[in-house]
């Protein structure tokens, strides 16, 4: 062999496993690459009651969140504050709500736990999420701001029926695009004509004029599926926001939903009730020795005997027909995230920010913000003695107290109120990348709205601030939910309170201490064996009550509860 080639040749062979060493001890050097975040979706229907999704136990037809449900987790234990804005409130902060500023509703009082607003003492999720790089936006209701009305009750109403226009529903400075969403569209007042929505943004533009079919459940989730599709090639993960407003009154669906259950509800509210019951406990997800069904909210009305029946029925269905309308959109926000190849790693948590509703909401009539005739000056019927079926833009009415007991089955009371029924949420968590635990079932952490926060910054490796634009920011009052992702059994809180109204428990492990809105009396039950608080034990542990009262009386005068506006007194 010539010696040029033979040098030659082991020189070659030499250089490529010299390369070929230093390469590979280079790439043994580099470190992994950092795993992406997950995306983060919260969807919150509005006024939905705990038994209404068929995986908590209902009948209506709601594949999407049974598909959410089946392939993540339902959690036994998760509670809300008993109304719209608060809980709002405390979910975008992590704090408990009168902290947050919004003790009951959105007018502004001379309190720091009622200003109506979210206060600059708190930061929200959106802020927090985007000052760690992610993509913020919100579609739906936001309905934690001051409500701007007009001197004029004419002129209020001239407004609510988009007769006259007025530039701001609420000061800019409180619009979601200024609490840190990049993108919103959406109101920003609660109540809503689910066809010609009162106080519809885009960003801080009014939108002056919606298209001649137009309904708000599918605009929500359609500009969510829209906010989506845009993210997609964005090297950012996104963090979104959808509020919906269903199945909140008033009573208006499409009428191809509303036939699917236009026979559902003929055999009235104990049959609907007891079914429930049964199917809950057939999924696994109450123990009927622990959690009995309660009972019926003023039985000595048999269906049978309602003359009401008609109207009630359709109520009821109706109430669905918004349910399975808002269901539909959700499919197509996880079809466009399987389209995208996102839905792996994308967290969506699925819950309802209250009870169903027992408001008979015909009883309140035109105001604030209900209008008295549409667009096109059809008069509103606020159908106090049934004389109009619910559905249609031109009537306002309410599934009332007897439905919302059934809608909450097993519990007993409903919006508004502290006992289970008010306050108890069902609630999924998704997410096919990061949840290890068993999927399908279900998880007995005692969870809040408030956890979102701790446990969106730990999954973002996001900082929590202590300051905010020059503000001091309250400590937040949320447990991570990241451990029971993982199927480890944490207990979660130990203590949790409330008050709205009136209305207030303490709870401390099992424990139970709680009145009703229109009664200072204080109830006690022990949750460990009664679920439904069907046994008050308070005169056979009065130390418990003692202890539980005093529990309660701490949290509420360190957690701005006290004062109230116009009442200095505790």
């Known amino acids: 062999m010539n010696k040029y080639k033979l040098y030659a040749g082991l020189f070659f062979t030499g250089t490529v496993a010299l390369v070929s060493a230093a390469w590979q001890t280079k790439a043994a050097k580099q470190p992994e690459p950092p795993k992406r975040r997950p995306n983060i979706i919260v969807i919150m229907a509005d006024d939905m009651g705990f038994s209404d999704l068929g995986c908590y136990g209902g009948e209506v037809n709601t594949p999407n969140i049974n598909y959410l449900a089946q392939n993540g987790i339902r959690y036994r234990q998760f509670y809300n504050t008993s109304r719209c804005c608060p809980t709002r409130a405390s979910l975008l902060t992590g704090l408990y709500n009168q902290q947050a500023g919004i003790g009951k509703m959105t007018d502004a009082e001379d309190e720091p736990g009622y200003l109506g607003h979210i206060t600059d003492n708190a930061v929200t999720l959106a802020e927090v999420l985007k000052s760690a790089g992610y993509h913020t936006a919100m579609s739906g209701k936001w309905h934690v701001s001051n409500t701007n009305g007009q001197p004029n009750a004419q002129d209020q109403l001239a407004w609510l029926n988009h007769h006259k226009d007025y530039p701001e529903f609420s000061p800019i400075s409180q619009y979601p695009?200024?609490?840190?969403?990049?993108?919103?569209?959406?109101?920003?007042?609660?109540?809503?004509?689910?066809?010609?929505?009162?106080?519809?943004?885009?960003?801080?533009?009014?939108?002056?004029?919606?298209?001649?079919?137009?309904?708000?459940?599918?605009?929500?989730?359609?500009?969510?599926?829209?906010?989506?599709?845009?993210?997609?090639?964005?090297?950012?993960?996104?963090?979104?926001?959808?509020?919906?407003?269903?199945?909140?009154?008033?009573?208006?669906?499409?009428?191809?939903?509303?036939?699917?259950?236009?026979?559902?509800?003929?055999?009235?509210?104990?049959?609907?009730?007891?079914?429930?019951?049964?199917?809950?406990?057939?999924?696994?997800?109450?123990?009927?020795?622990?959690?009995?069904?309660?009972?019926?909210w003023k039985s000595d009305l048999q269906w049978?005997?309602?003359?009401?029946?008609?109207?009630?029925?359709?109520?009821?269905?109706?109430?669905?027909?918004?349910?399975?309308?808002?269901?539909?959109?959700?499919?197509?926000?996880?079809?466009?995230?399987?389209?995208?190849?996102?839905?792996?790693?994308?967290?969506?948590?699925?819950?309802?920010?209250?009870?169903?509703?027992?408001?008979?909401?015909?009883?309140?009539?035109?105001?604030?913000?209900?209008?008295?005739?549409?667009?096109?000056?059809?008069?509103?019927v606020y159908a106090t003695k049934k004389e109009a079926l619910p559905g249609p833009e031109t009537t306002y009415s309410s599934i009332g107290p007897r439905w919302a007991n059934v809608a909450n089955t097993p519990y007993e009371y409903w919006k508004a109120e502290s006992y289970e029924g008010g306050i108890h949420t069902p609630m999924i968590a998704f997410w096919p990348k990061g949840i290890n635990a068993n999927k399908g079932g279900f998880d007995d952490h005692v969870g809040h709205v408030m956890d979102f926060m701790s446990t969106f910054v730990e999954l973002a490796g996001a900082q929590y601030p202590k300051t905010y634009k020059g503000h001091n920011i309250l400590p937040t009052t949320g447990i991570s939910l990241v451990p029971s992702f993982k199927g480890k059994q944490t207990r979660g809180h130990e203590d949790l309170f409330n008050e709205h109204f009136g209305a207030r428990y303490a709870r401390s492990g099992n424990w139970k201490l709680v009145s009703l809105s229109n009664d200072t009396t204080w109830h006690l039950y022990d949750l460990s064996q009664d679920k439904t608080e069907t046994t008050d034990l308070k005169s056979k542990h009065p130390e418990k009550v003692h202890q539980l009262d005093s529990l309660w009386h701490n949290w509420a005068n360190t957690h701005q509860v006290f004062p109230k506006p116009g009442n200095k007194s505790k």
């Open 304 to 380: 049978k005997n309602n003359s009401d029946k008609d109207w009630d029925a359709m109520a009821m269905a109706v109430h669905a027909a918004m349910i399975d309308r808002m269901d539909q959109g959700i499919g197509r926000i996880i079809k466009i995230l399987k389209e995208t190849g996102q839905l792996d790693n994308t967290l969506i948590v699925f819950l309802s920010d209250n009870g169903a509703s027992a408001e008979n909401c015909a009883a309140y009539g035109p105001g604030f913000d209900r209008p008295n005739e549409t667009r096109d000056g059809r008069k509103i």
């Open 177 to 296: 695009t200024s609490r840190g969403f990049e993108k919103f569209f959406g109101t920003i007042w609660g109540v809503v004509d689910f066809y010609d929505p009162f106080s519809l943004v885009s960003g801080t533009t009014p939108i002056k004029t919606v298209p001649k079919n137009y309904y708000h459940t599918d605009a929500i989730n359609d500009t969510a599926v829209a906010y989506i599709k845009g993210y997609a090639k964005s090297l950012k993960p996104f963090f979104l926001y959808v509020a919906e407003n269903a199945p909140h009154w008033p009573l208006m669906a499409k009428p191809e939903d509303i036939a699917k259950y236009k026979n559902t509800y003929k055999g009235g509210w104990q049959a609907i009730r007891e079914a429930r019951y049964k199917k809950m406990v057939k999924l696994g997800l109450i123990d009927p020795t622990k959690t009995k069904l309660s009972e019926r």
